[in-house]
T-cell receptor
Framework: DVQLVESGGGLAKPGGSLRLSCAASGFLFTSYGMNWVRQAPGRGLEWVSG????????HYADSVRGRFTISRDNAKDSLYLQMDSLRAEDTAVYYC???WGFGEIYMDVWGKGTTVTVSS | DIQMTQSPSTLSASVGDRITITCRAS??????LAWYQQKPGKAPDLLIY???TLETGVPSRFSGSGSGTQFTLTISNLQPDDFATYYC?????????FGGGTKVEIK
């Protein structure tokens, strides 16, 4: 089965750091772009960051640029999100999701999400 | 950044109804628009991409249309499983952006 499984969420203090991971299985990881999308409690979806299949192109939302870093390890079929200088407004469920790339940046497979809470 | 405005934010309907959700973009998307369904506590599911192409396994009562800046998601013969929140998403340019969501409730 095609699957994405996020991990690494938890409680962090404002100004702190967390590293999220997303393990992919059931498909050829190197053939797809990958993204992080988050959802604050009771709110809508917010795209956070995306990375192309070969890591050549990386994009961020303005709200996280300079604080978050997306990366992938194709040898390990894994996606990562390094989150630094965390703020209360980063509190959300974080989903990883794959896209088709080549301009077709819609997300057809999603993980179940991992919860990040930023609070003192 | 491209702003996506969905309407209505909440829609009350009955089983068997035909409903339409609208998504308006602040600039032209050509046809680079997707629709997702999300149920409480679950990840979103892709319904439609490239404005009108149904994802594999999505029932044919779902349909999408539009171009440029105005898009619609239509659900005909609403079923109990369709009560959920729906989001549009543009992928014409980065940053990718979602609409604010439309919650479809049981009347």
């Amino acid at each position: 089965d095609v699957q994405l499984v996020e991990s690494g969420g938890g409680l962090a203090k404002p100004g702190g750091s967390l590293r999220l991971s997303c393990a992919a299985s059931g498909f050829l990881f190197t053939s797809y772009g990958m993204n992080w999308v988050r959802q604050a409690p009771g709110r809508g979806l917010e795209w956070v960051s995306g990375i192309t299949r070969n890591s050549k192109n990386i994009h961020y939302a303005d709200s996280v640029r300079g604080r978050f870093t997306i990366s992938r390890d194709n040898a390990k079929d894994s996606l990562y999100l390094q989150m630094d200088s965390l703020r209360a407004e980063d509190t959300a469920v974080y989903y990883c999701a794959r896209d088709w790339g080549f301009g077709e940046i819609y997300m057809d497979v999603w993980g179940k999400g991992t919860t990040v809470t930023v609070s003192s | 950044d491209i702003q996506m405005t969905q309407s209505p934010s909440t829609l009350s309907a009955s089983v068997g109804d035909r409903i339409t959700i609208t998504c308006r973009a602040s600039q032209s998307l050509n046809t680079w628009l997707a629709w997702y369904q999300q149920k409480p506590g679950k990840a979103p599911d892709l319904l439609i991409y490239k404005t009108s192409t149904l994802e594999t396994g999505v029932p044919s009562r779902f349909s999408g249309s539009g171009s440029g800046t105005q898009f619609t998601l239509t659900i005909s013969n609403l079923q109990p499983d369709d009560f959920a929140t729906y989001y549009c998403q543009q992928y014409n340019s980065y940053p990718l952006t979602f609409g604010g969501g439309t919650k479809v409730e049981i009347k």
